[in-house]
């Protein structure tokens, strides 16, 4: 029988690329909660794990996989803690698990708003290298009627004080995340949002509907118009056309994902789109998920 000596308040989430690593679970929940599309902390409320309790589990995890090298501070967004409790997590972190080279978290843009530049510098160089942001959307409308809690402004704003801090940014934005009557708008203004902010990491999820469509439209603060395979994929054809990224290494490699990218922007843009119009134009494939990818 396998054991693991920390217990965790399920359901718990971590980004794809965070697999290898250590999940520490330092809060409980989402501090806003509240997104239309976003069920994964529905069943919870937000609260603060423990000092005490966090430090315990770091000494125990220390004796056994001491060899660790990634940490994941989760639940929804530990960056609404306070910079000294960060802080302490984090000298904790670095005291039992010399070996760890990288601390990551998500966080909402408004967290990383409500640092000033010099605490986000501190908690860079006490170990936290990476950020996970869902940006979602970068048009104003369709935030708005998704009830992110955030803005175009809001989400530039945030995102650059923590890279100019030298933290690392990985966004998502949601693909069919406004329907079909704002998916140009949508497209077009989240590929202006990432060309500003010029993120390390950008990933595009597919829209779903865990406890069905229906739900999503009470939700929804307008009309919301599904979208079928092919339109999703024009929605996609539309943002990347738009993108004019340096560096940015880019997947849609999720489970949700019709089509499976993945690539550097600046260097696979062209191939991205010529498969994507393909995929449009051949939809019964690409509702086979057709794993088209590009090596980094």
């Not at 779903?208 to 024009?234: A, D, H, N």
Request: glycine content about 6%; hydrophobic content about 40%; charged content about 25%.
């Amino acid at each position: 029988m396998n054991y693991f000596p920390i217990h965790y308040d399920e359901p718990l989430f971590r980004p794809p690329s965070e697999a290898d690593s250590l999940i520490l679970q330092v809060t409980f929940g989402c501090t806003w909660n509240k997104c239309s599309f976003c069920e994964m902390y529905s069943t919870k409320t937000f609260r603060i794990k423990d000092e005490d309790e966090i430090i315990r589990e770091i000494d125990i995890i220390a004796k056994l996989q001491p060899d660790i090298r990634k940490v994941f501070l989760a639940d929804g967004n530990p960056m609404a803690l306070s910079t000294n409790r960060l802080l302490k997590i984090l000298s904790e972190i670095k005291r039992a698990l010399p070996k760890v080279r990288s601390v990551s978290t998500y966080s909402l843009p408004s967290n990383l708003i409500s640092k000033s530049s010099d605490e986000l510098k501190e908690l860079r160089e006490a170990g936290l290298k990476l950020v996970y942001v869902g940006i979602e959307s970068g048009d104003d409308e369709v935030l708005n009627m998704i009830n992110k809690g955030e803005t175009y402004a809001s989400t530039a704003e945030g995102l650059l004080k923590a890279k100019e801090a030298g933290i690392k940014l990985s966004v998502i934005i949601l693909n069919g995340v406004g329907g079909l009557n704002y998916s140009k708008q949508h497209a077009v203004n989240s590929a202006k949002l990432l060309n500003l902010i010029q993120p390390e990491f950008a990933s595009v999820l597919v829209l779903s509907f865990p406890f069905g469509i229906e739900r999503y439209k009470q939700k929804f603060k307008g009309e919301y118009v599904p979208m079928k395979i092919p339109e999703l994929l024009q929605e996609m054809e539309e943002f990347i056309s738009h993108t004019e990224l340096e560096s940015t290494i880019f997947r849609s490699n999720h489970a949700s994902n019709y089509l499976v990218l993945s690539g550097i922007l600046s260097r696979d843009k062209s191939y991205f789109l010529e498969q994507l119009h393909f995929a449009v134009n051949n939809p019964k494939i690409a509702g086979l998920r057709a794993e088209w990818q590009r090596g980094l």
